[in-house]
T-cell receptor, first 112, second 110 residues
Framework: ELKVEQNPLFLSMQEGKNYTIYCNYS?????LYWYRQDPGKSLESLFV?????AVKQEGRLMASLDTKARLSTLHITAAVHDLSATYFC????????????FGKGTKLSVKP | EPEVTQTPSHQVTQMGQEVILRCVPI?????FYWYRQILGQKVEFLVS????????KSEIFDDQFSVERPDGSNFTLKIRSTKLEDSAMYFC????????FGPGTRLTVL
């Protein structure tokens, strides 16, 4: 059974600081996704990581994937309040267009 | 930009009643999914659908659940006899390069 673990589950940061969210998964997978969810809202796709060593950046967020370690990271640089949200990683369960298994999410709160 | 749409946004029902949640996936996508999220918890996979049939389903997707693509655009999730524990947000998704999620339907079972 594929398990996806995120840590930390809660993260309170000050504006301007850097931090990393970790996502470990238990079995081989082709794709790893990062999503953002604001309270009461849907899931917004941030990144899709397809291969070992993949790194993608968008604004203050950078995601990377190490398939050998079964680890993905989401790095936040110089956090701002607008980044406050819950961040989920999700792993493709199987097949080229597979079903996603989600981590529990990391609730990020960025304080002034 | 194309998007996945869902109706209704909020459905309130009595325990034991049937509900149908509707989704319109992005038009050129071929794979469709339903997920649910109980309040404050993680998103859980329910079922995937391809070529007019279920391709995979989770343990949550028991005999009370069914999916259908009644026409070329809609994709529905039916819960035959709702239970209190079915209260959750239900998200539809469709896939091209990534899975695009709809805005969700909040189901409240009283």
């Amino acid at each position: 059974e594929l398990k996806v673990e995120q840590n930390p589950l809660f993260l309170s940061m000050q504006e301007g600081k850097n931090y990393t969210i970790y996502c470990n998964y238990s079995t081989t997978s082709d794709r790893l996704y990062w999503y953002r969810q604001d309270p009461g809202k849907s899931l917004e796709s941030l990144f899709v990581l397809l291969s070992n060593g993949a790194v993608k950046q968008e604004g203050r967020l950078m995601a990377s994937l190490d398939t050998k370690a079964r680890l993905s990271t989401l790095h936040i640089t110089a956090a701002v309040h607008d980044l406050s949200a819950t961040y989920f990683c999700a792993v493709d369960y199987g097949g080229s267009q597979g079903n996603l298994i989600f981590g529990k999410g990391t609730k990020l709160s960025v304080k002034p | 930009e194309p998007e996945v749409t869902q109706t209704p946004s909020h459905q309130v029902t009595q325990m034991g009643q049937e509900v149908i949640l509707r989704c319109v996936p992005i038009s050129n996508h071929l794979y469709f999914y339903w997920y649910r999220q109980i309040l404050g918890q993680k998103v859980e996979f329910l079922v995937s659908f391809y070529n007019n049939e279920i391709s995979e389903k989770s343990e949550i997707f028991d005999d009370q659940f069914s999916v259908e693509r009644p026409d070329g655009s809609n994709f529905t999730l039916k819960i035959r006899s709702t239970k209190l524990e079915d209260s959750a947000m239900y998200f539809c998704a469709s896939t091209a390069d990534t899975q695009y999620f709809g805005p969700g339907t909040r189901l409240t079972v009283l």
